[in-house]
């Protein structure tokens, strides 16, 4: 069993930046995959990046070249540097876990999610 946690959401002005965190507690993750996915009003869930267990990265194309995903597996924690931000980028993010591909991801184990919202 994997439990996520997430930190770092909040309010932020277009152009502006935020760094999410996310603390795993239970099993070392290690040899899973880590990505964020988010939620914006009114939508569906859409992946935004994720993290093999070795380190690739992979990203859906709305945020490539604005975020950044790193895991640090000795201290359980998995960031989303998020920088350029915009209204569109408003959403719920969730933390996930899984121990199959890291792209396309089927997560197994989901954070409560940290809200984003980027004010115009």
């Known amino acids: 069993q994997v439990q996520l946690v997430e930190s770092g959401g909040g309010v932020v002005q277009a152009g502006g930046s935020l760094r999410l965190s996310c603390a795993a507690s239970?099993?070392?993750?290690?040899?899973?995959?880590m990505g964020w996915v988010r939620q914006a009003p009114g939508k569906g869930r859409e992946f935004v990046a994720s993290?093999?267990?070795?380190?690739?990265?992979y990203y859906t194309s709305s945020v490539k070249g604005r975020f950044a995903i790193s895991r640090d597996n000795a201290k359980k924690m998995v960031y989303l540097q998020m920088n350029s931000l915009k209204p569109e980028d408003t959403a719920v993010y969730y933390c996930?876990?899984?121990?199959?591909?890291?792209?396309?991801?089927?997560?197994?184990?989901w954070g409560q999610g940290t809200q984003v919202t980027v004010s115009s």
């Open positions: 239970g099993r070392t993750i290690s040899t899973y995959a």
């Open positions: 993290i093999s267990w070795n380190g690739s990265t």
């Open positions: 996930a876990a899984t121990y199959s591909s890291a792209w396309p991801m089927t997560p197994g184990y």
